[in-house]
């Protein structure tokens, strides 16, 4: 496959008119060693944010939850996880839903016994009733839809009052040595070492520091959540604020 990205679309990839597409056929090419390159790259800190994210849910027994953009499951698969540990987890209470086909076998295969509903969707027009559910989540996948606003406004669309919104997504130290160093780190050696596990020539992990460095930032997010309706929004950093968890609740 030839490159998606060259540094004219790498400067913004964000304002480029075919995002979607562009994003979509990337993560079909990295779908295999998707997970592989998260745990390698972020040595195994990946799980714990999504840990931490599943934490600030506040998950009640009987809740629905609906991961967007699920791309290999794990999220998906701690919300269930911490529903059977309440003792409440029953068939499509826990709803995965990716855009990019190829994720959703792998999602399948890791969550085994897991009675999790896998939908190919768009987290643009998600495939859910009004007021369906009590918990959505993104991780790592705001930043790639083509329309964030739009996409929190499907959020609050489906959500049944007192529903939460949880967003984690990349950002940046706030520290300027920290953050020198983890550019460096990040738009330096990471595309390279993750390009040359992942076999890609897709460009996608140039895309991903790129796509980080050119996002909102973390006011313009919350404030984002705001206008879409959100109240009561919380943002968690972690690990040196590489990662935030966002929540906002619908009234
Ligand atoms: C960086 S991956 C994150 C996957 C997973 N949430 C995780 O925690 O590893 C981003 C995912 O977002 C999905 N995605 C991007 N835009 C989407 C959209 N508009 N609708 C649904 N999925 C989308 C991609 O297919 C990809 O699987």
């Not at 913004?12 to 597409?21: E, F, G, I, S």
């Amino acid at each position: 496959m030839p490159p998606l990205w060259d540094p004219a679309t790498l400067a913004n990839p964000h304002a480029v008119a075919d995002k979607r597409q562009r994003v979509q056929r990337m993560f079909a090419a990295i779908a295999p060693s998707y997970d592989l390159n998260n745990r390698l790259h972020s040595l195994w800190m990946d799980q714990l944010w999504r840990r931490r994210a599943v934490k600030m849910a506040e998950l009640r027994g009987g809740e629905c939850v609906a991961d967007v953009a699920c791309g290999t499951g794990d999220l998906a698969i701690f919300f269930a996880r911490a529903l059977s540990r309440l003792g409440t987890l029953r068939p499509g209470q826990v709803v995965g839903i990716d855009f990019t086909q190829p994720m959703l076998p792998l999602a399948q295969r890791k969550a085994r016994a897991l009675p999790i509903a896998w939908l190919n969707g768009d987290a643009l027009a998600l495939p859910l009733a009004d007021q369906s559910v009590d918990v959505v989540s993104i991780a790592f996948g705001i930043r790639n839809v083509a329309d964030p606003a739009a996409a929190a406004r499907e959020f609050h669309r489906v959500l049944r009052p007192g529903g939460r919104a949880i967003i984690l997504e990349f950002s940046l130290p706030t520290n300027p040595v920290i953050r020198g160093l983890y550019n460096f780190y990040f738009r330096r050696i990471l595309p390279r070492t993750a390009t040359w596990i992942s076999r890609d020539r897709t460009g996608a992990y140039q895309y991903l520091p790129e796509s980080v460095n050119t996002f909102i930032d973390r006011q313009s997010m919350a404030q984002m959540l705001s206008d879409c309706g959100f109240n009561d929004i919380l943002q968690r950093p972690m690990t040196f604020g590489v990662c935030i968890c966002y929540r906002g609740v619908k009234n």
